[in-house]
């Protein structure tokens, strides 16, 4: 939303309700709607409270920066389920092909070891859960994956319900990374697990050649995404 289409808080009331097939969220008794004009129906009870928390703390301006977990429920309602999903799937899918784990640095020894400290144990539970063998190189020439992997990881990804999708897709879209994306989706990894793991180049320079504000600036923003990616996971899943 730009400057040029802000939109003022136009409502007093935001809660959540029961409807048909699910819960909603009501601004002064009528239900939000997708930016594709869907109401915003969601299957969690839990995550219709947080969703209607975020527009309720809304002032002046409606910041949809300030409510994000109302953006990955619109992503899950417009696009997951919606007509963009098979191009979703086949960028997810490219993003597999060139994984970040599947490119270990040369030099020096000690990041070399912390890409196999983080790296391998993902590479190998990948193979172990799912079947897919991804082949990890020294330096960043481009290295194609076995057909195999590719063809395994596609039938993955398009085989996932709406709201897995969605966690998949937001994390891989903030890291770059399906695997680690995928790991955190499955709760191997935590939301700083999956931060370190995927943010471990440029963790490694800070440490090693001393603060950059606007470096660090952006760490912090990926790792406060990841945390609620996985706060939506939660929430999506949750039975009470």
């Known amino acids: 939303m730009t400057n040029q289409t802000r939109l003022k808080k136009f409502y007093k009331i935001a809660e959540a309700g029961t409807a048909p097939g699910g819960y909603v969220i009501r601004l002064d008794g009528k239900p939000v709607k997708t930016p594709l004009k869907k109401t915003l129906l969601l299957e969690s009870k ?53 994984d970040l784990v599947c490119y270990f640095a040369t030099h020096p020894a000690d990041l070399v070891k912390l890409h196999q400290a983080h790296w391998t144990p993902l590479t190998a539970w990948m193979k172990e859960k799912y079947g897919i063998a991804f082949e990890t190189v020294s330096g960043i020439r481009y290295h194609n994956q076995p057909q195999d992997s590719v063809d395994k990881l596609k039938n993955l990804v398009e085989g996932l319900g709406a709201v897995d999708f969605t966690v998949l897709q937001a994390a891989a879209a903030t890291i770059g990374s399906v695997v680690i994306a995928l790991a955190l989706l ?7 697990a999956a931060y370190q793991a995927a943010c471990v180049d440029e963790i490694y320079q800070l440490t090693t050649w001393g603060q950059d504000a606007e470096a660090q600036k952006r760490l912090d923003i990926i790792q406060s995404e990841l945390k609620v990616i996985a706060r939506f996971r939660d929430l999506v899943k949750a039975t009470s």
């Open 46 to 98: 839990a995550l219709a409270d947080a969703v209607a928390e975020e527009w309720s703390r809304q002032e002046g301006d409606i910041k949809p920066a300030a409510m994000p977990l109302t953006q990955l429920a619109n992503t899950m309602t417009d696009k997951a389920k919606g007509d963009d999903r098979a191009e979703m799937n086949r960028q997810l899918v490219e993003y597999g092909g060139s």
């Open 186 to 192: 499955e709760r191997k990894l935590s939301p700083d």
